[in-house]
């Protein structure tokens, strides 16, 4: 008897490989949403964690499910979680700091405690279980997952439905309420207010910021503004973008100033043709 | 194999997603563990209605994801005015509830 329950749970080859392919990939993508340090590369992790489980979802006998894990979640949910990192800045990522002394060793102690309390669980009481399965004479049968799921919902389940309407209605006015921002009401300032504030030291300085490109012979945001002495003017740096180092610039610094070699009669750019 | 595998997966992938939330400071990297968690939970109720044979699993699975959306929409916006305010997207500057 046992053996015969056990002959019943076991799973074809096909889903079998496709476990084992797509189990250790989803894994794999959780622990790599864990340990990366860029808050970007978390969520591609996780969208890749997330595809695997809709594609196991597929592999057992839940197509609609599975569709719906790769729409709605890789499809709308992480991309929103890509413009909220987008909207906070690349640069939001971890700090390296631990406030609470040895948080992530307990971290960890509790991490493998819990696994081994599911784990252990599962497997023991899970060990001998009957697989009665989705196939096409029981739950799936006849009109297939999808029209199946749909009679269930709006039979049994229609009042939680219902709720999830009312539930997702609060959500999108919940959301615009905490994201929308009054500027009418802060008090826009005038050109000369600002202007006086400016020079009352209200801003760290009075002009703006130099952009780049300014007295340097680019206007690319990567190349830095050069000061009239020629050297780099450092509050023009990009703190995202890696600026071009300023030995990079010498020869065009020089050909501006005139100092450089002279350009042949027939070149096109000065110093250019020298340089080969 | 037997389909208990699915649930091992299922617990390990919740197990990562708790330590991710005890261990990450970035609020948003913690939501995104907070998803992982629900997404595991997802995989054991697909795994049992496989195993018994009907289809309440799945549409418990159904409910947590419409949950798990409102969710994210909600905590998302809370996240960016907390980040309008405070200039910081860590869970460890947060200190206050107002201001």
């Given at each position: 008897?046992?053996?015969?329950?056990?002959?019943?749970?076991?799973?074809?080859?096909?889903?079998?490989?496709?476990?084992?392919?797509?189990?250790?990939?989803?894994?794999?993508g959780?622990?790599?949403?864990?340990?990366?340090?860029?808050?970007?590369?978390?969520?591609?992790?996780?969208?890749?964690?997330?595809?695997?489980?809709?594609?196991?979802?597929?592999?057992?006998?839940?197509?609609?499910?599975?569709?719906v894990?790769?729409?709605?979640?890789?499809?709308?949910?992480?991309?929103?979680?890509l413009?909220?990192?987008?909207l906070?800045g690349?640069?939001?990522?971890?700090?390296?700091?631990?406030?609470l002394?040895?948080?992530?060793?307990?971290?960890?102690?509790?991490?493998?405690?819990?696994?081994?309390?599911?784990?252990?669980?599962?497997?023991?009481?899970?060990?001998?279980?009957?697989?009665?399965g989705?196939?096409?004479?029981?739950?799936?049968?006849?009109?297939?997952?999808?029209?199946?799921?749909?009679?269930?919902?709006?039979?049994?389940?229609?009042f939680?439905?219902?709720?999830?309407s009312?539930?997702?209605?609060?959500?999108?006015?919940?959301?615009?309420?905490?994201?929308?921002?009054?500027?009418?009401q802060?008090?826009?300032r005038?050109?000369?207010?600002l202007?006086?504030?400016?020079?009352?030291?209200?801003?760290d300085?009075?002009?703006?910021?130099?952009?780049?490109?300014?007295?340097?012979?680019?206007?690319?945001?990567?190349?830095?503004?050069?000061?009239?002495?020629?050297?780099?003017?450092?509050?023009?740096?990009?703190?995202?973008?890696?600026?071009?180092?300023?030995?990079?610039?010498?020869?065009?610094?020089?050909?501006v100033?005139?100092?450089?070699?002279?350009?042949?009669?027939?070149?096109?750019?000065?110093?250019k043709?020298e340089?080969? | 194999?037997?389909?208990?595998?699915?649930?091992?997966l299922?617990?390990?992938?919740?197990?990562i997603?708790?330590?991710?939330?005890?261990?990450?400071?970035?609020?948003?990297?913690?939501?995104?563990c907070?998803?992982?968690?629900?997404?595991?939970?997802?995989?054991?109720?697909?795994?049992?209605?496989?195993?018994?044979?009907?289809?309440?699993g799945?549409?418990?699975?159904?409910?947590?994801?419409?949950?798990?959306?409102?969710?994210?929409?909600?905590?998302?916006?809370i996240?960016?005015?907390?980040?309008?305010?405070?200039?910081?997207?860590?869970?460890?500057?947060?200190?206050?509830?107002?201001?």
């Amino acid at each position: 008897m046992l053996l015969a329950q056990q002959g019943a749970a076991t799973v074809s080859t096909g889903e079998a490989v496709s476990f084992w392919v797509l189990g250790p990939l989803a894994l794999a993508g959780a622990l790599g949403m864990i340990f990366a340090r860029n808050a970007v590369h978390s969520a591609l992790f996780l969208v890749m964690t997330m595809l695997s489980l809709g594609c196991i979802y597929m592999v057992q006998q839940a197509p609609f499910l599975g569709f719906v894990q790769i729409i709605v979640y890789t499809g709308a949910i992480m991309m929103l979680f890509l413009f909220v990192l987008m909207l906070v800045g690349r640069d939001a990522s971890d700090s390296v700091v631990e406030v609470l002394r040895g948080q992530r060793l307990w971290a960890g102690v509790l991490g493998v405690g819990l696994a081994v309390l599911i784990t252990g669980a599962v497997a023991r009481s899970l060990i001998d279980v009957t697989d009665q399965g989705l196939a096409a004479d029981t739950a799936n049968g006849g009109r297939g997952n999808v029209a199946n799921i749909g009679q269930l919902i709006f039979s049994d389940y229609l009042f939680p439905f219902e709720l999830t309407s009312a539930l997702l209605i609060t959500a999108a006015v919940g959301a615009m309420v905490l994201g929308y921002v009054n500027r009418e009401q802060r008090g826009r300032r005038t050109q000369k207010e600002l202007v006086e504030a400016r020079f009352r030291g209200e801003h760290d300085r009075p002009s703006p910021l130099p952009g780049p490109g300014v007295f340097a012979t680019a206007n690319s945001v990567a190349t830095p503004a050069l000061l009239p002495d020629g050297s780099v003017a450092p509050e023009s740096l990009s703190r995202l973008i890696e600026s071009t180092t300023a030995d990079k610039l010498a020869a065009e610094r020089e050909s501006v100033a005139g100092t450089g070699p002279a350009a042949g009669t027939r070149a096109l750019a000065p110093g250019k043709e020298e340089s080969r | 194999m037997t389909p208990t595998y699915y649930l091992l997966l299922s617990a390990l992938l919740f197990t990562i997603g708790a330590v991710g939330v005890l261990v990450r400071r970035n609020a948003i990297v913690v939501f995104m563990c907070v998803e992982l968690m629900l997404n595991a939970v997802n995989l054991s109720l697909v795994t049992f209605a496989r195993l018994n044979g009907d289809l309440h699993g799945q549409v418990m699975g159904f409910f947590v994801m419409v949950v798990a959306a409102a969710e994210v929409v909600v905590g998302l916006a809370i996240i960016l005015s907390i980040f309008r305010t405070r200039r910081t997207a860590s869970v460890d500057d947060s200190n206050l509830l107002k201001y």
